[in-house]
């Protein structure tokens, strides 16, 4: 079992920026990767940022050149610094941990924490 602790969520100017940190604890040794997801009510969840634990990053193109993942590699805590907001990256942002043991993958997520971009 992983347990995900977000924070850094909340409202910003256009053009602004915002740093999320996620918390892994639990089975720690198991995460093969991080990474963050976003939510509009009403649509699917999709990918943003992934980092593996040996720090291969990867973007989905609406946020390559703004937002940059990165690794804590004492502690494990994943960042994503996000910058030159937009009003479209309004969204709950959800951090996930994909673990693989005995060739089992299971994801896990943390509780979201909303970003609004608006003036």
């Known amino acids: 079992q992983v347990q995900l602790v977000e924070s850094g969520g909340g409202l910003v100017q256009p053009g602004g920026s915002l740093r999320l940190s996620c918390a892994p604890s639990?089975?720690?040794?198991?995460?093969?990767?991080m990474g963050w997801y976003r939510q509009v009510s009403g649509e699917q969840r999709e990918l943003v940022a992934t980092?593996?634990?040996?720090?291969?990053?990867n973007y989905a193109d609406f946020v390559k050149g703004r937002f940059t993942i990165s690794r804590n590699h004492d502690n494990g805590t994943v960042y994503l610094q996000m910058n030159n907001l937009k009003s479209e990256d309004t969204a709950v942002y959800y951090c996930?941990?994909?673990?693989?043991?005995?060739?089992?993958?299971?994801?896990?997520w943390g509780q979201g924490t909303q970003v609004t971009v608006s003036s």
């Open positions: 980092i593996t634990s040996g720090g291969t990053p």
């Open positions: 996930n941990a994909e673990t693989i043991v005995v060739l089992t993958t299971t994801h896990y």
């Open positions: 639990g089975n720690v040794l198991s995460i093969y990767s």
